[in-house]
Each structure stands twice: as C-alpha cells, then as structure tokens.
C-alpha cells in the first residue's frame, strides 16, 4: 500500500504549490488511519529538503515519486521510493530512508544500534542504513515481482538535519561501515551526493510502472531467502528432530495445506514440557513453511530467543534478512485477516493481553495472531508463565479459535531431550518445589549431575570451568537483586550480592541481545527473561530468598522480589483488593521461574540457595534418591559428599 504516488513532475509541482502535505495526510487517513502532528511536520519538512535533491533536469519527470510504502506482513513504511531505469535499460528503484535526527551516539556491544532524540527521549534504534537495507531486504525477499521482474533495488538514507562531525562522527563509525556499504548515508550539506546517488540508477522514466509492479506484487518468499534458511540449517545437529518431534512436524505441514484447501483457518496447540524439543520444531517449521511458498513468521513475547535463534540461523552476528523471520507477539494489532499463511508462536504461555511499553494496545494477543494467520501454531507449557501478564493457556487459544471460526488440533511432545532425557528429574524437581505431587518424590532415573552447593563461589568457578569446553555453560539467578541502572553494561558493577561468602556478580549486560551464546556472558549472571526458551549444557542457578523452607514447607516471599523486576508489577495493589487471588498468583509465579530455571541445563544443574533451610531441604531430598539407590541397585559404593569444598554432590548410578 503506497500512501503517496505520483511522478517526479506532479511531486515537485504538488510541493511548489504547497499540495503535497495536505494530499498524504487526506490519503493517510483514507488508508491507514489518524495521522499524527509529528509526522506532518516530518513531512512538511524532509519534502522541502527532496524537492531541492530532485530538482535536476537530468532526474526524468516522469520518474515514478512513492511515499510511505507500507512493507506488507510488517508496521514498517518506507519514507521515499523513485522508480526508473538506469542507462543499462535495467528496472531501479532507489529507497530513502528520511530522518529528522541531529544527532546520534554510538552503541558498544549491539550490532547496528544508535541512540538518538525521539519524541524527547533518547533511545535505542537501529542505524538508519541498517533500517534503508533492511526495508530493501524485506521487499526483495518477498515481492515476486521484484524477484521475477528483476527490479533492482538501492536504499540509502538522508539525514538532512544532521552536522558532519568529522573523522569522530559516530554516524559513519567503523562497527556500522557493513550496512553503510549496503546503504550509504547522507547529511546536512550532501543533497547533491544524494542526487547524484539517484542519478546513477535513475536515467529514463518508467511512468510509475516500477511502483505499480511492487504495490500490487503477489506476496511470496524467495528463492535465494529458501536457499539461505536451508544451508542455514543443513547439517546443524541443534536442530535435528527427532522421535515425536517429526509426528508434530508433519501434523503442522497437514494443516498448512488443509487450510489453504478448505479456506478454514486451522490452529495447532503443541503442549510440551521444558526440554520437549519445542523451539527445535518450531524453527524446522519455520524452515520448511518457507521453503513451501508460504508467509509465516516466528513470534515469542520474550526477545531472547528470537534474537538467540536468528543468531544461530545466520552463524554469525551481522543482522541480516534472517531477522525479518522473527519478531514480538504485539505485531499483529493492524494485520488484516489471514494475512499470513504461517504464525509460528513459541513460549505461548508468556502471551500478554495487550501490547506495548504500556501494555494498552491491541485487543488480546491470542486473538491477533489466530485472525492473522491461516495458520498458526501454539507451542505452549502452562507451568512456564512467570509474571502477572502472562496469560496463555490452552483455554483461551482454544476460545478464540473457535470465535475466529477455527479448526482445533492438539498435540503433545513428552520425549525429554534435555536433563540429559530424565523425564523422572523434571517430575522430581515439581515434587520438589511443591508444585505438584509425582511418582518422583525419591528418585530420577538417569545419570543427571545435579549438585547443591553450600558456597557460590565453588559453583560459579565449576560453572566457568565447564563453559571453556563449549561456551554452553550459564549462572543464573532469581530475580531478587535490582538491575542498576548505573550498571547495566559495566561487567565490574556487580548488582548481586551474597555478602557471607563474599560473592558478588553483575546482572547480564544491557548492550547485547544475545546472553545466552555471547563468548563472555559466562561472568554475568542471566535470569528468567534472558534464559527463557532457551538451553545450556550446565546450568548454575543461585536461588534468592523469595524462596524458602519453614515448618517443613517450602514457601515463597513476593516481597523479595527486586524493585526492578517488573514479573510482579501490580501484585501490591491486588494484595489490597484480592489478596486470596495474589498471594496464589504470586506464589505460582515465583515457583514456575525456579522451576524454569532449574530445568535449563541438558547435562547437569547446579544449586545454591541464599536460604539455608532450603539448602538443607534440597540436600535432605537429594540424599533420599541416594537411599534409593543403595536399597534398589547392587552397587556397593555411590559418590557422595566433598563437603571440603564446600560443595555437595552425589552422582546416581545408571
């Protein structure tokens, strides 16, 4: 949808004669809603600045003009299209990326992101020819009239109120130079560099035709996108599936082309437990629903296994189109009706009502996404919500399925691949917090190495030493110590402190997206939000004193909970007017993070507690698996206890 055409004659005469604002904002009303103040005075302004870079007899007038081009399947519009053929007799299109910003600063530590003034603020955004490229990448990925058509496509920005800085100008910094290659970028002062830019691609006229043949282009993806996710994924044993797996996989694929044959929307919801191989499945569907010509997107709440995944997938840490495969569960507020062919939802569970910062917009995010798919897939564990905003269940995928008209199909994975295939340790530690009874109150039956640890230095050094053979080695910790905000991306800032044993370490750093598989997170410790859907070999996890162990029970405490966690914001207000009601939901909460966190390691998992009494509980429960064994097996001897070391280990015999 191009909210503005017209070629480059109509644009300039519109802009003379003062048209051309009125003009976008009548057809932005028309055609995707209320505009607001700041985007008629961004207009107002950055069209002045282009009807002075296209004023050149050497730019054809019946050059094609577009503004604000609405990439489908996304919220993202391109501010400046112009459309011709090059003295090659080629078909080109150049995209403007268009900024008001006066200034940036640099970002350490996160691949293609600037801070800079929006709407007052400072934050953190993308670099504007990562965001020209990127837009460029999404057409070109899948648009088939782009593909089929050969329509060659050069993004750039213009930062036509930004001051050259000299050779210390961030803008232009070594660690952006990648995507400026891609996109080259402009300032105040280089409207004839741009003009220029435009004139090497731009030498005849197409009449618009060009912008006809993206607006109306059948929506696919590409060959070279297909090709690229295939050798992405070939040969990497991480995601191989496996058993039940491969079941669901092609239950999924069934359901693709039923609902592209009977017109009926259909809905998958896979339940499985931690380790059940989940995300595995989801990015093979991802994969394969690609490969078959179908849209579809992989979507969680939780940024870290998106950007976890998408690192993999592109083995390397430059962003890429990958990335475009990928996004947040609040995307879906404006998409039309079965906009897209696939929505892959990992981590359901942690679904919110409503989207964005102030979590006000938007219907319900499980409704969403079931309108604007064909299909779309559920990967969900009830028992992984972990704040007060989580609320997916199959309850409500399954109510507005059948509001939206929907065919409903559940499935579930139970094959354990994680806990090194210990169905019986993921019961026991249920049995253990107190979150269900289970036949596991004793035992579990493989050679898991689960230790307790009585000092948390012992377990951070075992942990560091274990992540040197494969960097898949993490601590992490309940959320009870603040993440200052002073300390955020200083690694000598420690925000966790257990001051008995002189122990301290800082909270994950805020400038990388990718914790979990970074070379030197190893040293920071993560926590529910960053380790969430995702693996480690070994996993050393530090629980704070929110949960405890008195009067032979184990026993949560809300009020421990960091001021900066934001997993139970509102639960002092419910505590008020529905205190039977928090308190439960509290204590869900606090039990489903511990129980998440104590199941993140596929070989072993270490444990501290800050209370000793549940220290000693654990290792009361552990020593009766002990007692198991020595009364149910023929060994004579079990390793236990090397108590100097201020560890306590016990290994179970196969």
Known sequence: MIVYEATKAEFMSDVFEDQLVPTICENFNQKVGKVNEREVRAWDNSMQYMYRVLNDEE????????????????????????????????????????????????????EAIVKTIINRNLVETTHPSYQAWSYASLI??????????????????????????????????????????????????????????????????????????????????????QDALNNMIKG?????????????YETALQLAKEAERTKTKQVLVVEGGPGTGKSVLAINLLVELTNR??????????????????RKLRQDFRKGHIDNLFTGSGSFIHASDNEFDALIVDEAHRLNEKSGMFHNLGDHQIKEIIKASKLSIFFIDERQRVTLKDIGSIELIEKFAKDCGAAITRTKLESQFRCNGSDGYLAWIDDVLQIRETANSHYFDTNYDFRIYSDPNELRKEIERLNK????????AGYCWDWKKESKNNPDNHDIVIPEHNFSMSWNLGNTETWAIDENSVHQAGCIHTCQGLEFDYVGVIIGEDLIFRDGEVQTDYTKRAKTDNSLKGIKKMMKEQPI???????????????????RGQKGCFVYCVDKGLGDYLLERFNMIHDYYNENTKLKEVPIVAEEKGEYKKKIPQ
């Open 293 to 310: 010509d179908l849209v579809c997107q992989y979507v969680t709440k939780n940024a870290a296994p998106r950007n976890v995944y998408a």
């Open 59 to 110: 730019i054809p007038d019946d050059a094609g003009v577009a503004i604000e081009f609405n990439i489908p399947h996304t919220s993202k519009r391109v501010d400046f299209l112009i459309s011709g053929i090059d003295e090659h007799k080629r078909d080109s299109v150049v995209i403007v990326e268009l900024k008001q910003w006066e200034s940036i600063e640099k970002v350490d530590g996160k």
């Open 140 to 225: 070109k990925d899948y648009n088939e009239s782009v593909q089929q058509e050969q329509i060659n496509l050069y993004p750039c920005a213009y930062l036509h109120n930004y001051l050259d800085l000299g050779e210390s100008d961030p803008l232009v910094d070594p660690s952006y130079q990648y995507y400026i290659e891609k996109a080259p970028v402009f300032i105040k002062g280089g409207a004839a560099k741009l003009r220029s830019f435009i004139k090497r691609y731009i030498k005849y006229g197409d009449n618009k035709e060009n912008l006809y043949k993206i607006e109306n282009g059948r929506i696919r993806p590409s060959k070279s996108l």
């Open 581 to 599: 009601k928090a308190k439960k939901l509290a204590d869900e909460i606090i039990r489903n993070t511990y129980r998440t966190l104590l199941t």
């Open 236 to 248: 990497n044993q991480e995601f191989t599936m496996i058993d039940e797996q491969k079941v669901v």
């Open 469 to 476: 053979i494969n960097n898949k080695s993490r601590i992490v």
